[in-house]
T-cell receptor
Framework: NAGVMQNPRHLVRRRGQEARLRCSPM?????VYWYRQLPEEGLKFMVY????????ESGMPKERFSAEFPKEGPSILRIQQVVRGDSAAYFC???????????????FGSGTQLSVL | KQEVTQIPAALSVPEGENLVLNCSFT??????LQWFRQDPGKGLTSLLLIQSSQREQTSGRLNASLDKSSGRSTLYIAASQPGDSATYLC??????????FGPGTRLSVLP
């Protein structure tokens, strides 16, 4: 039973390029969360998605960032025109059926370390 | 707006000691609280989840308590081992289903 899979593990981009981060949730999980961890800071919530729906994007920057979770395939976090301040570790988590408000643990992937040169 | 703090920021102890990590949150209207472990360069592993109606949870050498009214949780680690060295994160789930994380406590257990 594979866990949450994120790729790539490391991504290097130059300023102005686009970054695409992928997350495949655990089998049977249909809810995905993206978090960002800046150096020496805690994890900050970005967006919560179900299949084909964005449930909560209150943590997403207003510009350049977007996320999707299509019916088929992984969830994608897309950052356009990256800047150095986007350098961080981006973590994806999944849960089954969105019951995190009751008694379900969050399962995290190993993260994607984005470095912007 | 929920805010989560953790003290100490870093802790270094000799092997075998019992230790306590602290987590505080400002909004007591939480649904549950989780403690996670994060190893360098890796993702998070959920250690314990405490529902808002519970007082504590135990798993092996770990015991987590929750005092919702005072906005506090503690993670107790008994007989610490070098393999326990990691960053420990506390996260609270509000009714909006989003987890708010604390900054973590970096634990080093010296052999």
């Amino acid at each position: 039973n594979a866990g949450v899979m994120q790729n790539p593990r490391h991504l290097v981009r130059r300023r102005g390029q686009e970054a695409r981060l992928r997350c495949s949730p655990m089998k049977g999980h249909s809810h995905v969360y993206w978090y960002r961890q800046l150096p020496e800071e805690g994890l900050k919530f970005m967006v919560y998605l179900q299949k084909e729906n964005i449930i909560d994007e209150s943590g997403m920057p207003k510009e350049r960032f977007s996320a999707e979770f299509p019916k088929e395939g992984p969830s994608i976090l897309r950052i356009q025109q990256v800047v150095r301040g986007d350098s961080a570790a981006y973590f994806c988590a999944s849960s089954p059926d969105g019951k995190t408000a009751t008694n379900e643990k969050l399962f995290f992937g190993s993260g994607t370390q984005l470095s912007v040169l | 707006k929920q805010e989560v703090t953790q003290i100490p920021a870093a802790l270094s102890v000799p092997e075998g000691e019992n230790l306590v990590l602290n987590c505080s949150f400002t909004d007591s209207a939480i649904y549950n609280l989780q403690w996670f472990r994060q190893d360098p360069g890796k993702g998070l592993t959920s250690l314990l989840l405490i529902q808002s109606s519970q007082r504590e949870q135990t798993s092996g050498r770990l015991n987590a308590s929750l005092d919702k009214s005072s906005g506090r949780s503690t993670l107790y680690i008994a007989a610490s081992q070098p393999g326990d060295s990691a960053t420990y994160l506390c996260a609270v789930c509000n009714y909006g289903q989003n987890f708010v994380f604390g900054p973590g406590t970096r634990l080093s257990v010296l052999p």
